[in-house]
T-cell receptor, first 115, second 111 residues
């Protein structure tokens, strides 16, 4: 079974530029999550989708971050304009149903450096 | 407000001995707890979990203990092996299907 796929693995941009990350969850997983992990901290949930609907985006900085999950499969996370404090690893995760056992399957992450 | 705390950023243990990783939480609404393991340049992988109705769950070399009155859980690994060297994250859920993670503990197993 293929795991959660993310791209790009690494991205370096200057502040005020834009960036987009892509995620393809495990086939059949209805729930998709985007987490932000800043160095030295634990992952923090940015947004949670159930199929193509948003379940929780309370911690998403909506003035600069946006995410979509068209057709309820893959998803993109966009940052525009980027700030220095957005430097982090962006982790995508999926689960079969929303929080059934809390077991999320994570991708390898996309590391963003904002200069 | 850090609702899930892992106060030890790092831990070194001799191979073959027991590793004990600790986690404290403040939100009494948390009812499900998980441990994730993370190797460098990889995403976290699920290790073991425990429901708040239990005080112990065991899976091979890994055992998680939950003390609800103290709002404390711990992960025991015995015997510790070199492949256990990784960052371990404690996570908790309050039934709203959202995981809150701790800051992680880097475990190093010394051969």
């Amino acid at each position: 079974e293929a795991g959660v796929a993310q791209s790009p693995r690494y991205k370096i941009i200057e502040k005020r530029q834009s960036v987009a990350f892509w995620c393809n969850p495990i086939s059949g997983h209805a729930t998709l999550y985007w987490y932000q992990q800043i160095l030295g901290q634990g992952p923090k949930l940015l947004i949670q989708f159930q199929n193509n609907g948003v379940v929780d985006d309370s911690q998403l900085p909506k003035d600069r971050f946006s995410a979509e999950r068209l057709k309820g499969v893959d998803s993109t996370l966009k940052i525009q304009p980027a700030k220095l404090e957005d430097s982090a690893v962006y982790l995508c995760a999926s689960s079969y149903t929303s929080g059934d056992t809390g077991e999320l399957f994570f991708g390898e992450g996309s590391r963003l450096t904002v200069l | 407000d850090q609702q899930v705390k892992q106060n030890s950023p790092s831990l070194s243990v001799q191979e073959g001995r027991i590793s004990i990783l600790n986690c404290d939480y403040t939100n009494s609404m948390f009812d499900y707890f998980l441990w994730y393991k993370k190797y460098p340049a990889e995403g976290p992988t699920f290790l073991i979990s425990i429901s708040s109705i239990k005080d112990k769950n065991e899976d091979g070399r890994f055992t998680v203990f939950l003390n609800k009155s103290a709002k404390h859980l711990s992960l025991h690994i015995v015997p510790s092996q070199p492949g256990d060297s990784a960052v371990y994250f404690c996570a908790a859920s309050d039934g709203n299907e959202k995981l809150t993670f701790g800051t992680g503990t880097r475990l190093t197993i010394i051969p």
